[in-house]
């Protein structure tokens, strides 16, 4: 059930002999033969307790004088029912002597009062009882809700999916081992677009519908549609629909790979942008200078497949907000500066979904962009793409788009709705869509913050906690005086005093609810990225970058250093998987699952690496498989040796300056994406080896993990042989030969499986000698269309 335990809060105890408690008693056993469990708290403290741990409260029972000394305990305990839960039901336990003087906020707080003395047992456990199965059945958003009354109908399954509820399953061995690891309901639950109950998900009607207009109001959308196959798809859609063959689109060169194939689809001509970067190598914003009006129009006019565009106004620009590391813009800064350029902005919101349900993030997402915040005709369209099951409670591939229209750029329902089943499915997995259902309903009301608050916390917790235990190592003496570090401010400023306080020692309140905190300040040391505006950028604090010594984020290399990509091979022996690795620096997200011994374990591996460094652990106690996939290579070997060893390796080749050159000096785009698409798949290309790549056209993209950023975009020139791209990937592959199983993970690039040698695809000869014609725009009997129309 939605919720099946009710809270008493009360002093007396339920062991007690007076007359209080052994009504008490009588109160909960009768509650508890109504169905529910009942937890049990003595005072304020406990009760609080119970609120932050037990998420399925369906009522509680509050004594008002539950702490006597001080303000009363049942007030603290109302607070937090209210920063917790929304519109649970409460009762409160008040003395006759004191009920007209209670708070004005506590009869707007609670339902109802009790007088435990003056009413029967079982009248007031039928109360609390015939409250807590009203709260029970609301809190269940619209489509789990019709979804679970569906199920609880038990009809026989005459159409599809063919496995009838699981039936089907019981007929084989390895079928029955399957319906026994996932359980009955999530078949009874997988359904045909045949059950009229349920809505549909392209008609967006029935609950289906209820449930996406609900979504909207929640994450403060105009239209809201529920897509199963990820934010990917949702970029592909929402570029589909916004521009069109031969038509301009602005990319942020720090983009999904999915951004780019909604370009092959639709046949535009993309114009990118090139974000700032670290010395860290880490991709930063677009600074405000790329993406204004002079800016834009320049790189538009420079650009070769621009030329042969409709038109040279740009109808739509997309962005990467959060970036992967935490970078989130000020989003109303950015829709004013692409709105001089463009009618339609989309935010890629993929790791971002949260955003709105903290006031920490307050007007750094895309739906906070709408008339109120930027009335008149200039307001652009604006779409926002989110990975619900990133960082909200929702199943794998569950996702959202979010659009607010505006006038310039209408969006009309049918339109969009035929983009939508374009890249929909007509047999949509029904406990995903709940699961989308749920994930907002979560986010309903003051729950939503709180959610977020405790990601928050424990993230700032960790981040503190990484900082000073560095500086117990160096005040210890007794140890190399190094650590990890967290790519932070150092210091941050208290606005309501002025002082400036060590990261490490600012009060957890001031950096959960003051944004700026984080924001990047122009030109500080510890990002390192260049051309920032104040208030421009902020870091999310979710998102935690863990640096290892050897560089900073200016780009100086020490004589010594601990490559990363080591620490994570090291950190999956210890089952920690990060999110991302790049050559000084891992990535690790503080979702609405983390815990304090989750972030704990990570910090106990961390300080187990630096041990086991400073001692010089053989390879084969610290990384075995390592040795053992390649023995020839690591046997012998020890951590300390083979850290130096790669540090030496990466500064030699300059590998983060020269990842830096190639994303910075963009290569020369020859032919649209959309060509090259064709000419794959009509056999046109060929895979090139790097050392004859030089002078031929990327047929696909490649992107390189770490930093998974692309690196080469389809119809661009690679450049010559001693340019920055092929200097990258020659080092790049250098790097993967001499450091067997530290490989990057290049989408892209093929390997040879004899020589090792990376192999690209490109436009073979007689493509290349062809793509001018195959380029010219399609000649079409209307003319171009104006800026802002369809």
Same mark, same amino acid.
């Given at each position: ?26 109160? =909960? ?71 007209? $003087? ?42 789990? &809700?019709?979804?679970?009354?569906? $199920? $609880? ?37 997988? /359904? ?7 809505? *549909? ?20 959308? #105009? ?11 949702? #970029? ?65 006019? +420079? ?5 042969? @565009? ?6 739509? @620009? ?11 813009? !000020? ?5 004013? @500066? ?16 949260? @955003? ?7 007007? =750094? ?6 008339? $109120? ?13 989110? *990975? ?9 591939? *569950?996702?959202?788009?979010?659009? &607010? ?8 329902? !049918? =339109? ?44 700032? =917790? ?38 400036? /306080? ?20 122009? #030109? ?7 051309? /920032? ?93 390592? %040795? ?12 300390? +040796? ?59 993209? %490649? ?30 592959? *250098? ?56």
């Amino acid at each position: 059930m939605a919720g099946n335990t009710v809270l008493f809060a009360v002093r007396e105890h339920p062991g007690g002999d007076t007359a209080g408690a052994e009504q008490l008693r009588r109160i =909960r056993e009768a509650v508890e033969a109504a169905g529910f469990a009942v937890r049990w708290a003595g005072t304020g403290a406990e009760a609080r307790t119970v609120l932050r741990t037990e998420a399925g409260l369906a009522a509680a029972l509050v004594d008002w004088e539950l702490d006597p000394s001080g303000e009363p305990g049942g007030a603290a305990v109302l607070r937090d029912v209210g920063r917790r839960f929304q519109s649970l039901p409460v009762f409160l336990i008040a003395a006759d002597e004191g009920f007209e $003087d209670l708070p004005l906020w506590v009869s707007e707080t609670v339902v109802g009062y009790v007088w435990p003395e003056e009413d029967t047992a079982a009248f007031i456990a039928g109360r609390i009882s015939s409250a807590a199965r009203a709260y029970r059945e609301a809190v269940l958003p619209p489509f789990f &809700k019709a979804l679970r009354h569906f $199920d $609880d109908t038990h009809e026989y399954s005459w159409h599809t999916p063919a496995h009838a509820g699981g039936v089907a399953f019981l007929k084989s061995p390895v079928g029955r081992a399957f319906h026994d690891y996932f359980g009955e309901r999530l078949f009874r639950s997988d /359904l045909s677009i045949s059950v009229e109950a349920l809505g *549909s998900l392209f008609e967006h009607t029935g609950p289906i519908g209820e449930a996406e207009r609900n979504a909207a109001r929640v994450f403060g959308a #105009d239209l809201t549609y529920f897509v199963l196959h990820g934010d990917s798809t949702c #970029d592909r859609l929402v570029g589909h629909f916004s521009v069109t063959r031969d038509e301009i689109a602005l990319v942020d060169r720090n983009c999904h790979k999915s951004v780019l194939h909604g370009l092959v689809i639709s046949g535009s001509r993309p114009v990118y942008l090139i974000p700032t970067r670290n010395g860290y190598g880490l991709s930063g914003p677009l600074p405000p200078g790329e993406i204004q009006a002079d800016t834009v129009a320049a790189r538009v006019g +420079g650009n070769p497949l621009a030329r042969e @565009a409709l038109s040279s106004q740009a109808q739509y @620009a997309v962005f990467t907000n959060s970036t992967y590391d935490g970078l989130c813009y !000020d989003a109303l800064q950015v829709a004013r @500066a692409f709105a001089a350029s463009t009618p339609r902005v989309h935010f890629d919101e993929a790791w971002f979904a949260y @955003a709105r349900f903290h006031p920490l993030y307050a007007g =750094r997402y895309g739906m906070s962009v709408g008339p $109120d915040t930027f009335p008149g005709p200039d307001r652009p369209t604006v779409f926002a793409t989110q *990975s619900t099951h990133k960082l909200l409670a929702a199943l794998s591939q *569950s996702a959202m788009v979010h659009i &607010k229209p505006a006038p310039r750029a209408p969006v009309e329902h !049918d =339109r969009f709705n035929e983009a939508l089943m374009m890249h929909g499915t007509t047999s949509p997995l029904y406990p995903m869509i709940a699961s989308l259902d749920v994930a907002t309903a979560m986010m309903d009301g003051p729950q939503g913050r709180w959610l977020i608050d405790e990601a928050v916390t424990e993230a700032i =917790r960790f981040r503190q906690a990484v900082v000073r235990i560095g500086r117990r190592i160096k005040a210890a003496g007794d140890r190399p005086a190094w650590f990890f570090g967290v790519w932070q401010p150092e210091t941050v400023t208290d606005p309501s005093t002025g002082e400036r /306080l060590p990261f490490d020692e600012a009060p957890a309140e001031l950096l959960r609810t003051e944004p700026s905190c984080w924001e990047l300040e122009p #030109d500080a040391d510890w990002h390192g990225f260049p051309g /920032l505006a104040q208030g421009y950028c902020m870091l999310d604090p979710l998102k935690v970058t863990v640096t290892c010594p050897g560089i900073n984020a200016s780009g100086h290399m020490a004589d010594w250093g601990i490559p990363a990509r080591i620490l994570t091979s090291y950190l999956a022996t210890r089952n920690v998987v990060v999110e991302k690795t790049d050559s000084y620096t891992t990535l690790v997200l503080f979702s609405m699952g983390i815990t304090k011994g989750k972030w704990g374990t990570l910090l106990d591996a961390l300080m187990d690496f630096k041990s086991h460094y400073d001692e010089d652990t053989p390879l084969d106690r610290v990384l075995p498989g390592l %040795v053992t996939a390649y023995p020839n290579r690591y046997t012998g070997g020890t951590l300390r +040796g083979l850290c130096q060893e790669m540090h030496d390796y990466l500064r030699a080749v300059n590998l983060v300056q020269l990842l830096d050159t190639a994303f910075q000096e963009l290569p020369e785009p020859v032919a649209p994406p959309q060509l090259c698409y064709q000419r794959l798949i009509r056999g046109g290309t060929e895979r090139v080896r790097l050392a004859d790549a030089a002078g031929r056209v990327a047929a696909a993209m %490649v992107t390189v993990t770490p930093p998974g950023i692309p690196v080469l975009m389809p119809g661009e020139g690679i450049g010559t042989a001693n340019g920055p791209l092929l200097r990258y990937l020659t080092a790049l592959e *250098s790097f993967d030969r001499r450091f067997p199983g530290f490989r990057s993970e290049t989408h892209g690039v093929t390997i040879d499986s004899e020589t090792g040698d990376y192999l690209i695809e490109c436009l073979s000869r007689e493509a290349e000698a062809r793509h001018g014609a195959l380029s010219e725009p399609r000649k079409i009997a209307v003319p171009p269309p104006a800026l802002g129309t369809r």
